[in-house]
């Protein structure tokens, strides 16, 4: 069981001790697409769902999941974050959310960004699934992180600095 954090020595469920690590700023971004009809994205451009404004709801929606992680994701730390945003890009047949979360801690916010993203994501689906029931969410992923002793990366398709083994690159800083 070397090598997993959150497996203690027997094999069981444990949360890692961050006691003893450092406070540093710590950010990370992550992006979910979710894809529809051209129709579907005409209405949320247009603003012109019944149920409100989707992407206001969405990008409520990802910040109070952010916030609430720990509560979602066993294991995780309760954590007070200092920034969260939940952004989105039109393409031509959906929307790429992207969402940062940044604290000064002793532990990252990966999770929280990615939770941002996937229930953003999960928010579209559920307003507009009236119209479009074909809606697909995927390509839900960590793009970035920044502090901590990994330092910065950045996921290899946004490439900076030195490729990694990991498929991830590490930024020159």
């Known amino acids: 069981m070397s090598g997993l954090t959150?497996?203690?020595k027997n094999g069981e469920a444990n949360m890692v001790d961050v006691s003893n690590k450092d406070s540093t700023t710590r950010i990370a971004k992550a992006r979910a697409q979710i894809s529809m009809k051209a129709s579907t994205l005409q209405k949320i451009k247009d603003n012109d769902f019944k149920k409100g404004d989707v992407?206001?709801?969405?990008?409520?929606?990802?910040?109070?999941?952010?916030?609430?992680t720990h509560h979602l994701i066993p294991m995780c730390h309760s954590l007070n974050l200092s920034k969260v945003s939940v952004d989105f890009e039109f393409i031509k047949d959906g929307i790429i959310i992207n969402t940062l979360t940044k604290l000064n801690a002793q532990t990252g916010v990966e999770m929280e960004a990615l939770t941002a993203a996937s229930i953003a994501a999960l928010t579209i689906y559920d307003m507009c699934k009236a119209v479009d029931r074909f809606m697909k969410i995927g390509e839900i992923q960590l793009i970035e992180k920044q502090g901590g002793k990994s330092g910065h990366w950045i996921r290899d398709t946004y490439?900076?600095?030195?490729?990694?083994?990991?498929?991830?690159?590490?930024?020159?800083?």
């Not at 206001?56 to 916030?67: C, L, T």
């Open 55 to 68: 992407l206001a709801v969405a990008r409520i929606a990802g910040i109070m999941a952010a916030k609430q």
């Open 159 to 173: 490439p900076v600095g030195k490729q990694q083994s990991s498929g991830m690159v590490l930024e020159d800083v």
């Open 6 to 8: 959150h497996v203690n």
